[in-house]
């Protein structure tokens, strides 16, 4: 079983509409969350933190959920620049940069 | 201010050959890492640099691999011999501090894509 599972996609959507991202970690000692954004050919980049209290910014919403040992992405009033994959990343207590990632979803927003 | 940048952005070999990434962090930035990404897997961890030192080489998958940090600016990364296995994006990020177990900030590069035929 991969450490982090996420849908793979690819979610195709119209402009303008809600859509919502999973992901799973196995490892329990994980301690930090955060979704990546990575655009087609284009190196990751870091999106949003994910606190147990859940986060806002702008039309991203991040959840986490330790006891399930879930993490979720909304966004709202998709844009046709959101199209990208989006990655899951978790980091173990104890490690410095060592990042497991998922594998992303790919997400498609079309006019 | 420049970001990471990484050289070759592609390298295409024949297995049995030796191949050298250059990586270049944002100035400043103690830690590097590397990671890795083969076809169709994930982006995985390689090592983590400290200055000059390795703080963490777990990631990386066998002894024909072999980072290095001299001078603790930029870093290499060679693979001596190719296998067809070594084919994926090699990414070199950087940080700051040490505080990516809280922040999770990296900055990666935009890698470089090795292929090996």
């Known amino acids: 079983r991969k450490e982090v599972e996420q849908d793979p996609g690819p979610f195709n959507v119209p402009e303008g509409a809600t859509v919502a991202f999973n992901c799973t970690y196995s490892?329990?000692?994980?301690?930090?969350f955060f979704w990546y954004r990575q655009d087609c050919r284009k190196e990751p980049k870091l999106l949003m933190s994910?606190?147990?209290s859940g986060n806002e910014d702008g039309r991203f919403t991040a959840q986490l959920n330790r006891a399930s040992q879930y993490i979720s992405l909304l966004i709202r009033d998709s844009k046709l620049s959101d199209s990208a994959t989006y990655l899951c990343v978790v980091n173990r207590w104890g490690s410095q940069g060592n990042l497991i990632f998922g594998k992303g979803t790919k997400l498609s927003v079309k006019p | 201010e420049a970001g990471v940048t990484q050289f070759p952005s592609h390298s295409v070999i024949e297995k049995g050959q030796t191949v050298t990434l250059r990586c270049d962090p944002i100035?400043?930035?103690?830690?590097l890492y590397w990671y890795r990404r083969v076809m169709g897997k994930e982006i995985k961890f390689l090592l983590h640099f400290v200055k000059e030192s390795k703080q963490d080489e777990s990631g990386m998958p066998n002894n024909r691999f072999l980072a290095e940090r001299t001078g603790g600016t930029y870093s290499t990364l060679k693979v001596q011999p190719a296998e067809l296995e070594d084919s994926g994006v090699y990414f070199c990020a950087s940080s700051q501090d040490s505080g990516t177990a809280t922040t999770g900030e990296l900055f990666f590069g935009e890698g470089s894509r090795l292929t090996v035929l």
């Open positions: 994910v606190y147990s």
């Open positions: 100035s400043g930035h103690d830690n």
């Open positions: 490892n329990s000692a994980s301690q930090s």
